[in-house]
């Protein structure tokens, strides 16, 4: 969903993103109480056979796979959707917004869902 309405969307999946630069310099995250309260929740309902899982304090974006991003009319990039690796079968799936390095929401997904059920109408071409 854009956050604005004349913003454009663009998918990795669905028709590829638009060339970006990318810092890579390492940044530190803060996260929305809803951002939080999902991953306590994931932590909860996961039983006791998996690990926890710890939300990043700091990442550098080249650590993520950025598998959406929406930039302004522009081409300005304003919020990114990333896969964050924990281990050898989960992402966590991070929502940020680059303004202020917001972590809007997050969860917990298997690293080998590759999305098949996606709908390509909602996004724009680069």
Do not use: C
Request: aromatic share 10%; no cysteine; proline share 4%.
């Amino acid at each position: 969903m854009k956050e604005y309405e004349d913003n454009k969307l663009y998918n990795k999946r669905a028709f590829g993103l638009p060339e970006f630069e990318i810092s890579l310099r390492r940044v530190h995250l803060r996260y929305t109480h809803h951002a939080r309260a999902r991953l306590e929740q994931y932590n909860r309902d996961s039983g006791i056979y998996k690990q926890d899982v710890v939300a990043p304090r700091s990442i550098k974006f080249n650590e993520l796979d950025i598998v959406e991003m929406e930039t302004t009319p522009e081409d300005e990039p304003v919020k990114i959707v990333g896969r964050y690796a924990i281990d050898q079968e989960r992402d966590l799936v991070l929502i940020i917004l680059l303004e202020k390095m917001i972590v809007k929401t997050m969860w917990v997904n298997v690293n080998s869902d590759q999305h098949y059920s996606l709908n390509k109408k909602g996004y724009d071409k680069p």
